[in-house]
């Protein structure tokens, strides 16, 4: 999904270029701490950037990523690194629910946030409502949920990794992939995933 000045706008009530926005995030919360599954001496890191409310991210994970992890992360040709890129106001409380789960169990809820991706995320007036349940189904209360969604320095710290993001690789949609540090941006076919495993840079 391309960003628009309408995706920037809404994020967090702000622009995401402002300053407050663009504080680094503090290092001591655990939950801004990279969240990814692979052998650490993968040959090939891959990063996704992602907006839980992205439809092409959605078909990524829903479509391809299970094979991915099958063929590429279990035989360890890759490690998987997981980066927030949201788009809007939902998309950053979904990133912060999912960073406020306990790490072992982060990509199994953002598998189900995908899943169920319609519904929640296009539930006009109700979204936070219907996040709120499915977080709920995976062990996290309401009081916690409220907690994470109104911990407005945690948002910011989602955000001032975003910013870094789009400032290091010039991301400009979703989904977008680095492999060892070369930029592809939109949705990809296992075998156009794995043609960028093979011809990623090596060091």
Known sequence: MRISRRHLGVLGGGVLATPAFAQTPAPTDPRLAERSTGQANAPVVVQEFFSLTCGHCANFH???WPQVRRQLVETGQIRMVWRDFPLDGIA???????RAMPAD????????????QARW???QGR????LARI?????????????????????R???????????????????????????HTGGLSFAEFE?????APRT
């Open 62 to 64: 829903n479509d391809i």
């Open 105 to 116: 169990r982060y990509e199994a809820f953002l598998t189900a946030l995908f899943q169920t």
């Open 135 to 155: 977080a709920a189904l995976a062990g996290m209360d309401r009081e916690a949920f409220n907690a994470v969604a109104t911990d407005q320095e945690f948002h």
């Open 195 to 199: 043609r960028q495993v093979r011809s």
């Open 157 to 183: 710290g989602i955000l001032s990794q975003r910013l870094a993001a789009e400032q290091q690789y010039q991301i400009r949609a979703t989904p977008s992939f680095t492999f060892n540090g070369r930029l």
């Open 127 to 130: 979204q936070a409502e219907e």
């Open 92 to 98: 950053l409380l979904a990133s912060a629910v999912a």
């Open 121 to 123: 995320a296009f539930a």
